[in-house]
Nanobody, 124 residues
């Protein structure tokens, strides 16, 4: 059973940075894409960024593309989300997910494997 495991969340002041990590428990040779989503209290889960299994292509939410970078380390089977210039409105639970598709999708319904999430809190 493939299970993403997130780490790296925490409390940070506005303007600060965080790097989230996501590894897979359960080795897989799948070439599926990875994605990061987030869900703030009272809001729907939204796409943040996604990356092709090879790292060759990425997608970002328009509202975040200037402040976040997704990357992966194939040797470690780990995906990272670097977040800079954080704002209080970035406060949310951030989820890593493994897609059922090779191409990067922005739809949560294309990601059958989800981590438990990691809390990111940005103070003003």
């Amino acid at each position: 059973q493939v299970q993403p495991v997130e780490s790296g969340g925490g409390l940070v002041q506005a303007g600060g940075s965080l790097r989230l990590s996501c590894t897979l428990s359960g080795r897989t040779t799948s070439t599926a894409a990875w994605g990061w989503f987030r869900q703030a209290p009272g809001k729907e889960r939204e796409f943040v960024a996604g990356i092709h299994w090879s790292g060759a292509s990425t997608k970002y939410a328009d509202s975040l593309k200037d402040r976040v970078t997704i990357s992966r380390d194939n040797a470690l089977d780990t995906v990272y989300l670097q977040m800079n210039s954080l704002k209080p409105e970035d406060t949310a639970i951030y989820y890593c997910a493994r897609s059922s598709l090779v191409a990067v999708s922005t739809s949560a319904s294309d990601y059958p494997y989800w981590g438990q999430g990691t809390q990111v809190t940005v103070s003003s």
